[in-house]
């Protein structure tokens, strides 16, 4: 296994081939995932590219350069990830409570949508309990555990930054992991054992960007931070790689979850396809839709016969109503 993954690192590590045009091309590719990723968010997004265009010396410089990053490296990302996650979601929120309410009849998924100041609290606080309770705690097993002992992220690349073709690689490598875990891992949730802690994200039907983290802290760490942090750790990614991976990981949920169909943004149907989630609480299980067309679990096919593929998957899906009737007993 150990070998396997070895060869992985060189592959995604190799810098160099025949095949590989100029940097110019990569960094072409890298920016457009990003735009398809974060599906120019009106908030952070270019903000975020214009820093990372013109400052990524100096970024990775300061993130990971000190003797204090070079041993707690996970609790530095962490605490960019944290901040960008509070940034991002409280710009957005501005957006929710600004915008005009023709913007809002045409452009909201939901346009009934009502966000009180209550709800806005209730879920504030509760990132700030998962945030200690398992964010804090993980980062420093992260450390201690694979980073002090030579492994994890290669904090021995640091001294350089990544090439544009490498930082794709490992990207879309940590991406489609991510995709995989968090779809087992949603899915096991909704299963009836599990769904008890599922269902304080599923209390918002009207989701919005700031609480996309909005969790039971056991779903904190199923779904939000194992995904897209312990492929990283595995495959040993560049940390710069996973700065970046934080970004898209923190801005991708946070778009899906903002119940703006933006009008410029039509990749993987988001975020109406996980807003439906939302909704009707036992579609949409995936991330990009093809796990659910290819299961019958999609909204689109609510009320279509059953396949046998459908046959496997439903019975595992409970649902709300499920867990209403559980409580009635
Ligand atoms: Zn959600
Ligand atoms: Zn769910």
Redesign the pocket.
Request: glycine fraction near 0%; charged fraction near 0%.
């Given at each position: 296994m150990k070998e396997y993954l070895n060869l992985f690192n060189d592959w995604v590590r190799l810098e160099e081939s025949e095949w590989v045009p100029n940097d110019k091309v990569w960094q072409f590719v890298y920016y457009f995932l990003c735009v398809q990723f974060l599906g120019l968010s009106p908030t952070l997004l270019p903000i975020w590219m214009l820093v990372m265009e013109y400052f990524a010396e100096e970024v990775n410089a300061f993130l990971f350069g000190s003797d204090f990053a070079q041993n707690w490296t996970v609790c530095c990302l962490g605490a960019v990830t944290v901040s960008l996650y509070w940034i991002n979601g409280l710009s957005w929120l501005a957006w929710d409570f600004l915008s005009p309410t023709w913007c809002k009849k045409k452009y909201l998924v939901q346009p009934k949508r009502v966000i009180t100041s209550k709800v806005v609290w209730k879920v504030s606080k509760n990132l700030i309990v998962n945030q200690i309770l398992t964010v804090i705690p993980l980062c420093l097993f992260y450390d201690v555990i694979f980073m002090q002992q030579n492994r994890g992220l290669r904090i021995e690349d640091v001294a350089k930054l990544p090439s544009y073709f490498r930082v794709v690689k490992e990207v879309l490598l940590i991406t489609v992991f991510e995709i995989i875990i968090f779809t087992l891992g949603?899915l096991l949730?909704?299963t009836r054992m599990f769904y008890r802690m599922?269902k304080v994200?599923?209390e918002l039907k009207q989701p919005f960007a700031l609480a996309a983290a909005y969790s039971h802290p056991f779903e904190n760490v199923i779904s939000n931070f194992l995904p897209f942090s312990a492929p990283a750790m595995l495959f040993r990614v560049h940390p710069y790689s996973q700065l970046i991976m934080a970004f898209v990981a923190v801005m991708g949920t946070q778009l899906h979850h903002s119940g703006w169909d933006l009008p410029w943004y039509k990749f993987m149907e988001q975020p109406d396809f996980h807003d439906k989630?939302h909704e009707f609480f036992t579609v949409n299980i995936g991330v990009t839709g093809l796990f659910d067309w290819y299961m019958g679990t999609g909204v689109e096919s609510r009320n279509k016969p059953m396949t046998w593929r459908k046959s496997i998957i439903s019975p595992l899906i409970t649902d709300n109503q499920g867990m209403m009737k559980m409580k009635l007993k």
């Open positions: 949603h949730l909704h599922h994200h599923h989630h």
